[in-house]
């Protein structure tokens, strides 16, 4: 099993431009999360899927758009990128809703450059 | 949402033990006590969890008094290869299902 992959590795954007990341897990996982990490900071939760079919808001989630396209893929999606963006940014998996004693899997990050 | 309470940093040499506490002043009943390790340039990766009393593995033990207001990671004889931040997260069953909160973690640096 790959676990929770992501793609890109790296990025480097343009301030304005678009770009969609995107993460798959292999687990079978019914939940699923985008985090966001700057330089010596925790991570901070952007969006989440509770389930297939469902996302809801963290606690950063303005200028993020995310689509659980199915129960393996879960995008994230920035539509006019900022410099405030630049950051690495984890996708995460778990069985059942994190909060409820369920483990969460994360991915390897992507790190975002936007100048 | 309970909130935690970790040292911001921490130093040890090899072959030490390293405990690292957390406070957790308002957790609830239903509350789990979870512990996470992120190396650099990787995501975090789950170590252990527990209720109360003592629950040990192969990485590390987590021991948590009667009152629950705190818990104690405890990592056995760390090597440099330790050297990595540290997550105490709380959390059980929340009225509308949110998830676990990360804060900044305990960041232990492992000298030879």
């Known amino acids: 099993n790959a676990g929770v992959t992501q793609t890109p590795k790296f990025q480097v954007l343009k301030t304005g431009q678009s770009m969609t990341l995107q993460c798959a897990q292999d687990?079978?996982?019914?939940?699923m999360y985008w985090y966001r990490q700057d330089p010596g900071m925790g991570l901070r939760l952007i969006y989440y899927s509770a389930s297939e079919g469902t996302t809801d808001k963290g606690e950063v989630p303005n200028g993020y758009n995310v689509s659980r396209l199915n129960k393996r893929e879960f995008s994230l999606r920035l539509e006019s990128a900022a410099p405030s963006q630049t950051s690495v940014y984890f996708c995460a998996s778990s069985f059942g809703l994190a909060g409820l004693q369920e483990t969460q899997y994360f991915g390897p990050g992507t790190r975002l450059l936007v100048l | 949402l309970a909130k935690t309470t970790q040292p911001i940093s921490m130093d040890s040499y090899e072959g030490q033990e390293v405990n690292i506490t957390c406070s957790h002043n308002n957790i609830a009943t239903n509350d789990y006590i979870t512990w996470y390790q992120q190396f650099p340039s990787q995501g975090p990766r789950f170590i252990i969890q527990g209720y109360k009393t003592k629950v040990t593995n192969e990485v590390a033990s987590l021991f948590i008094p009667a009152d629950r207001k705190s818990s104690t990671l405890s990592l056995p004889r760390v090597s440099l290869s330790d050297t990595a931040v540290y997550y105490c997260l709380v959390g059980g069953t929340y009225s509308g299902n949110t998830p676990l909160v990360f804060g900044k973690g305990t960041r232990l640096s492992v000298i030879a």
């Open positions: 687990m079978n996982h019914n939940s």
